[in-house]
């Protein structure tokens, strides 16, 4: 982890509670780094059931792969992530790497390598030594405990400045179960050190297509719509993990995503999500300044979010923001460039609770005194409308900074 | 301008020849700027063919939508463009404003509205006063003159730090003919400030038609194929005149794009086109390095555009490319994150004649202390192969730099 915390760091982090049916340890298994922890296990001692989404990477990363394939069994006992080294572009060396995680894994924990999951995170186009977790794999079995989520969310950061955890609580069929989630990212994403990967695990029973169905709806607004530089990693992996220990306090297995018993539980996960998302975004690489963009109007909902992406994306957007200029032309700009439909003269544009512009040219009544002032917060929300049909997205992304150029110039010199 | 020149700019600038037909004029109308031109009058005294392309923006400029009713005429006695004032994003005050230019530049060259063609790039957002046109544009009638061409390139600058300039020539039937054109852009592109305009003459006799063909084809591999920002201006403009005062000597009036007798001019003006884009691109805003792309071996020519240009505007390699790292990491990912058919295992990387990669892992044989001397130089050039057909392209950009947030977070305040 980085010295200097991202002044966008949340003020207070949860205490994470255990939660029935996940052990996990971690250890410094020398992969990279000295003197911190890079090994993650968790295990489930009773067979979990698992959901997962990864990147779009047409050049995806051996472990991803790896979980690609095991994802299809619908069941998980352990899951090894490293940081370090991301195995990413590492030829026919990176999936004998992770079949031979796979496989030590699989001997610690008493179970079939499909039943193990993967994730890497670090440097690219390194061959990563596998030999070094078959080594403490069987120790960090036998250390694993529930109440260790902080530690976890530790071993897995990269340039992260701060873990990332989450909690949430919710009532299924008068069942109370809990939803535990770590993440790390700093970049979105640089396949060197900043690759997003979270793991969230809950103790509800509910079969793995239902958990698959709820994971691929959830990371929609949340996760698939939070951006810091546009560049997408070989290595994000998102899984969803159900121990099903709450069969215990009579909780009926849910077997369909549509089952209205989910209804809070579909709630909470996509809060918890959302959390860990703008967790990502507040330490993005250099950030000084979170900027929350919905854009209401577009034709679909599907425009919108094309929209507000091009808008969070562009350059001279976020280097507008973190010279704290209200500088609208550029939204105009973004909007323009992103090729949805969009009727110059039917712009409105708001930065916080100010107009600066509305039919197509600058608002007459705006001050440019309350722009700034929205501008100099350190969460700055923008509205655009675009006036065309009821289509509405909000997407979130940080401003573009020296100390980013700084940070991704300098890293490998 | 600005007060630093790039380190990329051209160490010589060419003596641009006076050219046939075309007379200029430049003045300070006082739009925004103070102690410099803002204003260019281009008079064609005998009615030039004319050829455009634009901004593909939905949200286009008012001088833009001008242009494009204009253009379906086919013929050009007039432009105007002006620096300080993009009339951009100003509803119907843009539109009257380019209603009273047009009239008045009319006025002032003795031709019809229709006949006249406009540019303006500078503030976004702010009404456009163009009875400050109305007052100088008849005297700059009288004083145009033909030999004037560095002049005009000087008067439509914003943020760029040299003028673009560029001359060629080419036989068309054993008569021989002059190609010049100007360029301004140093962002690609800021509304605010760095919208590119070109403006390119010959004194060839070409019909309309013919032309825009000619000029549809040649933006392709130049000035759509560089990028500074992967932002894309309201108000890009690019117009080709064609005088025709070659006819003097003799030259028959072409009037197909396909005929073989324009084989030479194609090359010309294409040559010319390159020039003027990659001279933007060195402009770009605090750019230290120019990056050449080449993509190979990708599904089609199409696809290897998109693969290389998802590489030239990627922050990542940017960064990289700022901090002189050869990061072919990166280079994978935006491979990846591209959408276009690609094999991992099979790519395979270069910095100028170091293979750093191949087979999808790191080239054994590579020695970074190579690698690294390539990334010190000015110039430099990627190449990608991707290994599944026989699609090419080459597309250019400059490193990202905090200069280059220095211009575009501190430019309003």
Redesign the interface.
Known sequence: MSAAVSPLAPKSYPAMPALRGVRMATAAAGIKYKGRTDVLLMVFDQPAAVAGVF??????SAPVDFCRTNLSGGIARAVVVNSGNAN???????RAATELTGKSAAEAVGCSTSEVFLASTG?????LDATKFAGVLGQMNKEATGDFWQDAAKAIVTTDTYPKVSTRTAQIDGVTVTINGIAKGA?MI???MATMLSFVVTDADIAAPALQALLAAGVGPTFNSVTV??????SDTLMLFATGAAREDGQARIEHADDPKLSAFRDALNDLLKDLALQVVRDGEGARKMVEITVTGAESDAAAKTIALSIA????VK??V????A????V???????????D??R?AIWFGGVRV?V????DADYSEADASAVMKQQDIPVRVDIGLGSGTATVWTCD???E???I??????
């Open positions: 990147t779009k990477s047409k050049c995806p990413a572009f590492t030829g026919v060396k990176g440097v690219i186009g390194e061959p970049g640089a396949p060197d530089d546009s560049d997408t990693s070989t994306n562009s350059p001279l280097t507008a973190a010279g704290e200029d500088n609208w032309g550029r105009v700009m973004a909007v323009g460039k992103s090729g949805e439909l969009a110059r003269d712009l512009a039919n197509g040219e600058r573009l900074t020296k980013y150029v700084e991704n110039g300098d890293y490998r010199s």
